[in-house]
């Protein structure tokens, strides 16, 4: 693995936000929900396709905090605009299992 400056690092610009509301992907090459993302008022809300499936219903993300990179471009993913990169670890079995805040934060709080 290389290794990256700290200012490096400091460029990816990682915030959490509020699941407002979910959308199934069935378009999507591999399953996906849409989310649509508060990320405060300095960023406004964003949407993102996450391959999430695995291990979450998308009726209940609805009020979750999650993070994610907000300042990639955007990805068109079929027919949806993926605006940020809702972040996640893989577990044993390769499901994604998002990252959060352990406690509430504001909707675009960034990461230290």
């Not at 509301?21 to 929900?33: Q, V, Y």
Request: no cysteine; aromatic share 8%; glycine share 8%.
């Amino acid at each position: 693995m290389s290794t990256i400056a700290f200012d490096d690092f400091l460029k990816i610009d990682i915030r959490a936000g509020l699941v407002l509301r979910t959308a199934p992907f069935p378009e999507a090459r591999k399953p996906a929900i849409k989310l649509w993302i508060d990320f405060g008022p300095e960023i406004g809300e964003k949407k993102s396709s996450a391959q999430i499936t695995d291990l979450y219903d998308a009726e209940a993300l609805v009020g979750r905090q999650v993070m994610a990179v907000v300042n990639f471009a955007p990805r068109q993913i079929g027919p949806f605009l993926s605006e940020v990169l809702v972040l996640g670890v893989s577990d044993a079995q390769g499901r994604i299992t998002l990252l959060a805040p352990d406690h509430d934060v504001p909707p675009g709080a960034r990461m230290h």
